[in-house]
């Protein structure tokens, strides 16, 4: 019995030095979230106003790198606010904000931020939404837009050559299907 209750205080003792661990973790990640947001903000808004004309005419070159510097950051944000998400959901404190939206809204802003980077790897990069379908869903729309980049940044990532199409279909009249499709390797 006496090895039995070292063993149970050891086991507490790694218990509690388990849950301190985990809440300085929780706590970094936190504090570096908000850091990095803060200046990946400004820097959205720095060059939002640089391509809204706010310092004047740019070459339409420069234009286009300063569009694909804005989904990347755009990007950079978002894993960010992941981050965040995944304290959240550790925790129990996971809010969703559900409305009604059309998928085919956030499938095309996502598919539009990863578009600059598919060029440059010479890839074959489609967005298929057939103009009949049906495609309004009630979802959060940041949760949404994450999963669909996720499996996007997934397929650009692991795609080396060949194609990569994104998809909405419909099979039903309450069903809407969204689907990312590569020649990648595969997850």
């Known amino acids: 019995t006496k090895n039995l209750e070292n063993l149970t205080e050891e086991l507490e003792t790694t218990n509690e030095k388990l849950r301190l661990s985990d809440k300085q973790k929780d706590e970094f990640i936190s504090m570096a979230a908000h850091e990095l947001r803060a200046p990946m903000t400004a820097i959205k808004g720095y060059v939002s106003m640089v391509l809204e004309g706010d310092t004047g005419d740019i070459p339409e070159k420069a234009r286009g790198f300063l569009a694909d510097a804005n989904n990347i950051n755009d990007r950079l944000i978002r894993l960010v606010n992941n981050m965040l998400n995944v304290s959240r959901i550790e925790e129990g404190r996971m809010l969703y904000q559900l409305e ?3 998928l085919s809204r956030p499938v095309q802003a996502v598919f539009s931020q990863f578009a600059p980077e598919a060029e440059r790897k010479g890839l074959e990069y489609k967005l298929e939404i057939p103009t009949y379908i049906k495609d309004k869903v009630k979802v959060d729309p940041d949760r949404v ?12 990532k692991y795609t080396d050559k060949g194609s990569i199409k994104v998809r909405l279909g419909q099979k039903g009249r309450d069903f809407v299907r969204c689907e990312v ?5 595969g997850i």
């Open 145 to 156: 837009q994450e999963v669909i980049g996720n499996l996007l940044s997934n397929a650009v």
């Open 100 to 102: 009604e939206e059309n």
């Open 181 to 185: 499709l590569d020649t990648g390797c």
